[in-house]
């Protein structure tokens, strides 16, 4: 895996009123052209560690450090009312690649390219307020994608999209991964875990697992009991109905020594 572009050493993240961290002393990084997926229940602190490594709170003690900076890492929200400027789909689109210092000659192709990648191709005359919630999260990726980003942070930002639209962007991001961009991919949604290269997952705002998606669901063996410890529900979350299959047919030797993370892969393994 490459380089480092973010680095977090002991960092911590305090609110007021309240008595404990939101965030408490992680350490770890964010490699080049890496997909790091960011699990957790709600209010893990997962929201605030994504404004964090895309430099957008300065609340925090401890030490970040970044290679990648300004226009190249971009963070789509969960809620896209909170980052959409432009009356219309053309404007916002516009508005951000401006901000970003895109030459105006490139903005039309980018704005194409990225309109259609994202699903919102022949709208750009729409008024932004006439979109629904999955489109109006559609063009907040459009915006994230047509600067072109090292790293893109999305945070729950398939939460409002239908399970083909979901499909389609996870698919997307997967391939611009494989260009060279990094992905930190924020989610409640664990089926969408089978994309990432490593898991971070946060409890009480610790990073309580690190590692790969295989370990995080099917743990690794204990040398006292000769069981599996899953790190997954350890962190009070349930993993996806494949891997939840896969334990079953394991416990009863009828999967070898596979570990499935998708419907897709679990045909793939029972066949085998």
Request: net charge negative; charged share 25%; hydrophobic share 40%.
């Amino acid at each position: 895996m490459g380089n480092s572009l973010i680095e977090l050493r002991e960092v911590s993240v305090c609110l007021p009123g309240r008595e404990e961290p939101v965030l408490h002393r992680i350490t770890g990084a964010v490699r080049e052209g890496e997909w790091l997926t960011i699990a957790g229940r709600n209010g893990s602190g997962k929201s605030v560690l994504g404004r964090l490594l895309a430099g957008l709170d300065g609340r925090y003690s401890g030490e970040i450090g970044r290679s990648a900076k300004g226009a190249s890492i971009r963070l789509v929200m969960q809620n896209p009312e909170a980052q959409l400027i432009g009356e219309t789909v053309e404007e916002d689109m516009r508005f951000g690649m401006e901000c970003a210092g895109i030459p105006p000659e490139e903005m039309e192709l980018r704005m194409r390219e990225a309109l259609t990648a994202a699903g919102l191709d022949g709208l750009e005359t729409c008024p932004v307020k006439g979109l629904s919630g999955g489109q109006k999260q559609q063009l907040a990726i459009a915006g994230a994608l047509a600067v072109r980003p090292a790293v893109l942070i999305a945070d729950e930002a398939t939460s409002m999209l239908d399970p083909e639209a979901r499909h389609r962007l996870l698919a997307l991001l997967k391939a611009l991964q494989s260009r060279g961009m990094t992905v930190v991919h924020i989610t409640q949604l664990l089926e969408e875990a089978a994309y990432a290269g490593r898991i971070w997952a946060l409890d009480g705002g610790s990073v309580v697992f690190s590692g790969s998606p295989e370990d995080f669901f099917y743990g690794s063996v204990c040398s006292e009991s000769g069981e599996r410890r899953s790190p997954c529900r350890a962190a009070g979350l349930q993993p996806p109905l494949a891997v939840a299959v896969a334990e079953q047919l394991k416990s009863r030797n009828l999967l070898a020594d596979r570990f499935p993370l998708s419907p897709e892969a679990l045909e793939k393994a029972v066949w085998a």
